[in-house]
């Protein structure tokens, strides 16, 4: 593994991917979604963190989500099982798959 010399926040990578951020931030909040050290804290103060990709957390997610939208079928079950919040899920599904 290389070593990391930067990382995005999570912010960043939706707007990079035109994706919504709060479903990036509930893919990512299980941290078993991607490898191990894809997913950085990035403490801001002694409570408060964010959350950022190293670019090889960029790929494994661009890749997991190109992956989903195969079909409308496999992104609905990709929602389903790798986003715990239902209003989240109901929003998401609304919108037209890429």
Not at 6 to 22: R, S
Request: hydrophobic share 40%; glycine share 4%; aromatic share 8%.
């Amino acid at each position: 593994m290389a070593t990391v010399t930067h990382v995005c926040t999570l912010d960043y990578v939706a707007k990079m991917l035109g994706e919504d951020p709060e479903l990036l931030e509930a893919i990512v909040y299980n941290d078993d979604n991607l490898s191990y050290g894809a997913i950085i804290s990035v403490y801001t103060g002694p409570e408060d963190t964010i959350t950022a990709l190293t670019d090889d957390g960029i790929d494994e997610l661009k890749d997991m989500l190109r992956d989903a939208r195969i079909t409308t079928e496999t992104w609905h079950a990709f929602l389903d099982d790798f986003v715990d919040d239902a209003e989240l899920v109901a929003r998401i599904k609304t919108q037209s798959p890429r």
